[in-house]
């Protein structure tokens, strides 16, 4: 039996300790896990109430549910992922089953990875509290083995072991990084002003100066990143609802982004193409078959150039605004970095909408130096490509700077060397270019598990399946590189001395990697209904002969399910809509007066949607919405209301609302359900019907009409008036 030690419980560690004790006959391997926490998940949060940790337990993936899982645990056999104060649609309602989030938020996604241990790995085979101080590859009479030398960190007792292969799965986030700018008359440790990295902002309060949230000046954001995007988005939202700045006469103050690059921001569901207003999971349009050309499918590994660079912008904002010649209009990108560098891109729902109602501010430069200010406030100094630019009054400061490799410090210099170990490159500080990214041919016997700069479960899941059938062969060799040696220098290189070649993904041709690795380890398709080209990658469409087929079965029926359910019909239509809602509007009210036969009246006004955490248990996402004219003679349909979205129904729900206690919804007024069968008019505009508290269908009719996944303008419509918003 081959002794096997994988130091870390996160996705990576989970998933190659199943692989070796499952897809392999019994007495192979004899595996141990080193976690040195007390749970499973590594920066995944297990419960919707915990504090420490690098992640918001609240806060999305940005990749949908089918991305986010391996192949033999479906969502669907997740259980008890519900909190009291936090209403999921893991719950039942009407007596029917609701689906998972397509995005789950990042507790649940810890709750899985518990599940998934408990299923698949028996007690003892993960050691808590345990951490690896060393594991050094050393010589002995029985060949090459691994020494590792750990500590119990509750009695604090070393002990030491021996192993014939080593599974590294610590992965690269482990110590965020320091904000790498001048400081003028203060200490980043002294500061007064609050000043934190991103994975420990975990609501307003954490930003609050002198115990008050900010309503004025600045708050400064730094770091262009997925993380960055993120948490500017978050603190907008955090900080409206501890203001209620949708009051009138309330504020908020400007959250400036600074960011070294452009990025785009991209919702979790997109149009699908077509004659038809339809919507899907990103994922679902990024990661199908048939977008490849013909031919065998290769992972693509290269650095960016300007054509390539190009073409992902072109496509990028084709999804964003629905145009063969797309229009600058909609994109959150300044005119002036058009032309030039690697599109960055988030997935986000908010983000841009807060950049269009001016909430956020986006800056492209570099923090050079942060000064304090006379009122003890802060001054930060940034350059960008044409001068540098002062921005004052600064509140708080959340930085979004990554994370170091201090992680890797249990390897010993011999092992780093023979790594290509680069510390000056976080990104990408190893220099793996065997075994599908996992290892080097001069270290047959270690395998490093979620180093290649991508968040994708399956290609963990492969590279767990490449480690155990190298380690299985009797003859465990030095592997031939992968052939990407070449590109993993050029991306150094690149980021040594031209950023603006250096990919935001270096990995990121998931498809293309998935279908390599599937056809290198001989894995068996579960294609169900679709063909082999056909259909979105997941990780349940391969499994090895250890795998659980009806667990993967499952996932492949839910996935195709809704893919059906996306093409045919006007499911996530009522996300897409609400998501584009927020912010002002301008309104035209046209009725028509009984009392004067034809006659109508007109009155001019505005609708403010105004973005906040859910205040009741039964919705995930809710607008307050102020409606109020400006001249006009028409005021009775001026004052609050609370819209509000259920993931669960694909509904939107418009409740009447008390202004004077906080806004709070008080009762459900109208119901709008998304009809089927063709759009009205255009071809870009999409009808909902409006159904009564009391179920009946009511005499208003809602048209909002897409210009790729944004609404441009909306009606509402009786037989005897007109409301008319656009931008």
């Not at 019994?26 to 590594?42: A, I």
């Not at 103050?253 to 004659?275: C, E, K, L, Y």
């Not at 994109?331 to 001016?358: C, M, N, Q, V």
């Not at 990995?507 to 990697?513: A, K, L, N």
């Amino acid at each position: 039996m081959k002794a096997v030690a994988i130091i870390g419980a996160g996705p990576s560690g989970l998933v190659a300790a199943k692989t070796l004790l499952h897809s392999y006959p019994g007495h192979t391997f004899s595996v141990q896990v080193f976690e040195q926490s007390q749970t499973v998940g590594g920066l995944w949060p297990v419960t919707a109430d915990q504090k420490n940790g690098l992640i918001n337990p609240h806060m999305r993936t940005n990749l949908c549910r089918f991305t986010i899982c391996f192949s033999d645990l479906a969502w669907e056999s997740v259980d008890g992922i519900q909190s009291p104060e936090d209403r999921t649609t893991f719950d039942r309602r009407e007596g029917q089953e609701i689906q998972p989030p397509f995005y789950p938020k990042a507790w649940q996604v810890g709750h899985y990875l518990q599940q998934y241990a408990r299923k698949y790995l028996a007690d003892g085979i993960i050691s808590f509290n345990t951490k690896v101080l060393s594991a050094d590859r050393v010589a002995s009479g029985d060949g090459i083995t691994w020494m590792l030398t750990t500590v119990d960190t509750s009695t604090r007792q070393e002990s030491q072991s021996v192993f014939d292969f080593l599974i590294v799965a610590t992965g690269l986030f482990a110590t965020p990084n320091s904000l790498p700018c001048k400081f003028v008359g203060f200490q980043a440790e002294t500061c007064t002003v609050p000043f934190l990295h991103s994975s420990y902002y975990r609501g307003a309060s954490d930003i609050a100066l002198n115990n008050e949230i900010p309503a004025s000046g600045t708050i400064l954001v730094i770091g262009g990143s997925h993380s960055g995007g993120e948490i500017a988005t978050s603190m907008a939202l955090d900080i409206a609802d501890q203001q209620d700045s949708f009051k009138v006469g309330g504020s908020l103050p400007n959250i400036v982004h600074v960011t070294s690059h452009h990025m785009f921001a991209i919702p979790s569901f997109t149009q699908r193409s077509g004659d038809k207003v339809h919507f899907t999971p990103l994922d679902f349009s990024l990661y199908d078959l048939s977008h490849r050309p013909e031919g065998p499918i290769s992972f693509n590994v290269a650095t960016m150039d300007a054509e390539k660079a190009y073409a992902l912008k072109t496509r990028i904002r084709s999804i964003l605004e629905g145009l063969d010649t797309p229009d600058s209009a909609l994109s959150s990108e300044p005119s002036e970095t058009k032309a030039t560098g690697t599109p960055y891109a988030i997935i986000s729902d908010k983000y841009l909408e807060f950049i269009r109602s001016g909430t956020i501010i986006p800056k492209i430069g570099r923090v050079i130096s942060l000064t304090k200010q006379p009122n003890d406030l802060l001054s930060a100094s940034i350059a960008t490509d044409s001068a540098n630019e002062e921005t004052h009054d600064i509140r708080a400061i959340v930085y979004a700077t990554g994370f170091g490799t201090k992680n890797l410090d249990f390897l010993s210099p011999k092992v780093k060397e023979q790594l290509g170990f680069a510390s000056q490159f976080p990104r990408l500080p190893l220099q793996l270019d065997a075994e599908m990214l996992t290892t080097t041919p001069s270290l047959p016997d270690l395998s490093l598990i979620g180093f290649s700069d991508g968040p994708y479960w399956g290609m963990l899941e492969m590279q767990a399946r490449n480690a155990a059938r190298r380690f299985a062969s009797d003859a465990c060799c030095a592997p031939p590189t992968d052939g990407i040696a070449d590109s993993v220098q050029k991306f150094r290189y690149a980021m040594a001395n031209d950023k603006s070649s250096v990919p935001q993904n270096l990995f990121g041709d998931y498809v293309g990697f998935m279908e390599h690795a599937a056809e290198e380890l001989r894995l068996e398709r579960v294609d169900l209904n679709w063909g082999a080209r056909e259909g979105v990658v997941t990780p349940a469409r391969y499994i090895d002969a250890g795998s659980n087929r009806k667990e993967a079965e499952k996932t492949m029926t839910a996935l195709q399910q809704n893919c059906k359910i996306a093409s045919e019909t006007p499911a996530f239509v009522a996300r897409a809509v609400f998501r584009s809602l927020q912010g002002v509007w301008n309104r035209m009210h046209t009725e028509s007066v009984k009392e004067a036969g034809s006659q109508t009246e007109t009155a001019i006004g505005i609708m403010v949607f105004h973005p906040r955490r859910i205040s009741g248990g039964q919705y995930d996402y809710e607008y307050v919405c102020l409606e109020s004219t400006v001249s006009g003679l028409d005021r009775k349909g001026d004052g609050y209301s609370v819209w509000s979205y259920d993931e669960a129904r694909d509904e939107i729900d418009i409740l009447s609302a008390n202004a004077e206690v906080g806004v709070k919804a008080v009762e459900l007024e109208q119901r709008l359900r998304f009809q089927t069968g063709q759009p009205h008019v255009d071809n870009k505009t999409v009808c909902a019907v409006a159904t009564l508290a009391s179920g009946h269908r009511g005499d208003q009719t809602y048209r909002f009409s897409f210009r790729g996944v944004h609404v441009t303008r909306f009606s509402i419509c009786s037989c005897r008036e007109i409301k008319a918003f656009y931008r």
